[in-house]
């Protein structure tokens, strides 16, 4: 068997979707680095949040926090269970949906990233006041 044939073999061993063109493959690939790239993100926001529970007042914050950051993590990890598992039906038609949510998801990772210490003071101060503004 040849690597080509191996590989379609491999790929299309799955009954709910076949690859059958070159635009499959590359759709195939966007579809898959759309999910990556999204899950990465995921992983990435909750250890950022986890700077912003640190300052906030009041006890519910670190609950709230923890099932917010539990629930982007789990968003995350389905999408990277999204790599081996391709959705049923038009699966390539997705990424009308993952490719936008890829960018998006990275672009939150950046913009919270390059702006922590800023939203962190805006926290503290948010903080403050609502302590009665001592400290």
């Given at each position: 068997?040849?690597?080509?044939?191996?590989?379609?073999t491999?790929?299309n061993?799955?009954?709910w979707y076949h690859i059958?063109?070159?635009l499959?493959?590359?759709r195939?690939a966007?579809?898959?680095?759309?999910?990556?790239?999204?899950?990465?993100?995921?992983?990435?926001?909750?250890?950022e949040?986890g700077?912003?529970?640190?300052?906030m007042?009041?006890?519910s914050s670190?609950?709230?926090?923890?099932?917010f950051i539990?629930?982007?993590?789990?968003?995350?990890?389905?999408?990277l269970?999204?790599?081996?598992?391709?959705?049923?039906?038009?699966w390539w038609?997705?990424l009308?949906?993952?490719?936008?949510?890829?960018v998006?998801?990275?672009?939150?990772?950046?913009?919270?990233r390059r702006?922590?210490?800023?939203?962190?003071?805006v926290?503290?101060?948010?903080?403050?006041?609502?302590?009665?503004?001592?400290g």
């Amino acid at each position: 068997m040849s690597e080509h044939e191996l590989t379609a073999t491999i790929l299309n061993a799955h009954s709910w979707y076949h690859i059958d063109s070159p635009l499959d493959y590359i759709r195939a690939a966007i579809w898959c680095g759309s999910n990556l790239v999204t899950a990465i993100s995921y992983f990435l926001i909750p250890m950022e949040l986890g700077h912003w529970r640190r300052v906030m007042p009041f006890e519910s914050s670190a609950r709230i926090g923890q099932l917010f950051i539990g629930f982007i993590f789990f968003c995350g990890l389905s999408h990277l269970a999204m790599l081996v598992i391709m959705q049923t039906g038009p699966w390539w038609a997705t990424l009308f949906i993952y490719l936008p949510m890829a960018v998006v998801s990275a672009a939150t990772v950046v913009l919270i990233r390059r702006d922590r210490k800023l939203i962190l003071d805006v926290l503290e101060a948010v903080a403050q006041g609502l302590r009665g503004g001592s400290g």
